[in-house]
DNA sequence: TGATGTGAAGTTCTTCACAGCG
DNA sequence: CGCTGTGAAGAACTTCACATCA
């Protein structure tokens, strides 16, 4: 998804002295927007792309997109502009896609479901290799192509799959219980759709994604555009 | 969801003089964590809290909390902390969360129906008022309380049910036509699940959530914790 | 006393503007 | 000539540190 970014920051803990260079968190979104239009443009033939054109397609400015993939290196050809293929791979380079990932989704109600169906994950590379749910009624039913497994063998199903990525679809009352055994299965990322604060160690890779909250901010610009003169009375201004 | 915002800002285009203060786009996406924060801690009848603790459940820094909350004004107690209540009514307020919203959900695959029942909607003031779908086999069967409307009548839906935001959740062939008709029947805050960029006019607000974005940029923090020498041979440093 | 509120400093990200090069 | 690559300027956001006040 998109969300815009918008993660906040945790707390840094340890200032371990990375030796490779990091890119800011904000040209890693962005890299996966140039991404999408590569590979759309790879799968239409076309050979090269200027800053532009990808800047237009993911709604920032050229000179943005110029400096992120500077960061990448100078694959451009100055007058031309930058070779589709050999561009296309060098991002998925630098965002690790050349690595094999195994996401095990955990929780098979609704969303759960919709994830373990989503091509999306597939088509980039991301294979789901478990479906897992707590409710002994869906346990061992078939789900696009997955069995659901029991949540209670967690720790097993992951071993055995080799999961290296969690995507948690459960409600917020047990996020946090399931997350922390998840971890102590040895997966360092994990994608959480529960609508709470999850904790995790300073190892650990937690990404969230709230859709209540993206509702809520479109509020607060759709409040703003249409002038705001709908609903409160604010003093002053 | 809480992408990390990670919404790439659009290129402004209108530099009209909004007369209402605006606040900073990183504070209104913590304001909805203070808020989720907020109702929790109203639910099990606190009354007031830290700047401390509200910087502790939301992942950041209390400076960071005060200054959110004092673009807001000054509604805390010093000594003290910040009434519960009251701060939560402020944020609400803030947000635009005291107009009533109505949500048409175009999309009733797996994750329009998800969606559809997803109860963090319902509990957080947006209420779903339509679903709708091209597939004729789906148009009149009944999902969670809705039943579904032939996409084909998307302008009398958004009109009979007055629905003044959309979400959608369609194949990325399908999205920029879709979202060109729900624009055209006048709503100006649209959420789109679809993995591709689309175009809007300027008076209309557009936020995206792509899952499989998300699980890029866990894999290169991923990639980058681990240590990076798994599957590239990179040059230098 | 103790936590808020806030200028000021610091850091990160974006935009500008143009030199450099195919 | 045209578009990339990039230092420098600018804007946005975060953190610090402490005056302020219930």
Redesign the interface.
């Known amino acids: 998804?998109?969300?815009?970014?918008?993660?906040?920051?945790?707390?840094v803990e340890e200032p371990v002295a990375?030796?490779?260079?990091?890119?800011p968190?904000?040209t890693?979104?962005?890299l996966?927007?140039y991404?999408?239009?590569l590979n759309a443009l790879l799968a239409e033939g076309a050979e090269s792309v200027s800053s532009e054109a990808l800047a237009e397609?993911?709604?920032?400015?050229s000179a943005n997109v110029r400096k992120d993939l500077s960061y990448l290196g100078s694959y451009g050809i100055r007058g031309v502009g930058y070779e589709v293929a050999n561009l296309s791979r060098k991002i998925a380079?630098?965002?690790?896609?050349?690595?094999e990932?195994r996401?095990a989704i955990v929780g098979a109600?609704?969303?759960g479901?919709?994830?373990a169906?989503?091509a999306?994950?597939e088509?980039?590379g991301?294979d789901v290799v478990a479906l897992l749910d707590a409710d002994e009624m869906l346990v061992g039913t078939e789900i696009g192509w997955l069995r659901v497994s029991d949540v209670g063998n967690l720790e097993k199903v992951v071993s055995s799959t080799r999961a290296?990525?969690v995507?948690l679809a459960l409600p917020a009352a047990v996020a946090q219980s399931v997350c922390d055994r998840v971890v102590a299965a040895g997966v360092?990322?994990?994608?959480s759709?529960a609508?709470?604060?999850l904790s995790v160690p300073g190892?650990v890779?937690l990404?969230?994604?709230?859709?209540?909250?993206?509702?809520?901010?479109?509020?607060?610009?759709?409040?703003?555009?249409?002038g705001?003169h709908?609903?409160?009375d604010?003093p002053g201004?």
């Open positions: 998804m998109w969300s815009s970014d918008v993660n906040p920051a945790q707390p990375e030796p490779a260079r990091q890119l968190a904000a890693v979104s962005r996966t927007l991404l999408r239009t397609s993911a709604g920032v400015g380079q630098a965002l690790g896609l050349t690595h990932w996401v109600g609704n969303l479901r919709a994830l169906r989503y999306g994950f088509s980039r991301f290296n990525m995507v360092r990322s994990i994608l759709f609508p709470v604060a190892n890779n990404r969230k994604v709230d859709m209540a909250t993206e509702l809520q901010i479109l509020a607060y610009h759709a409040q703003r555009l249409q705001a709908l609903d409160e604010l201004v």
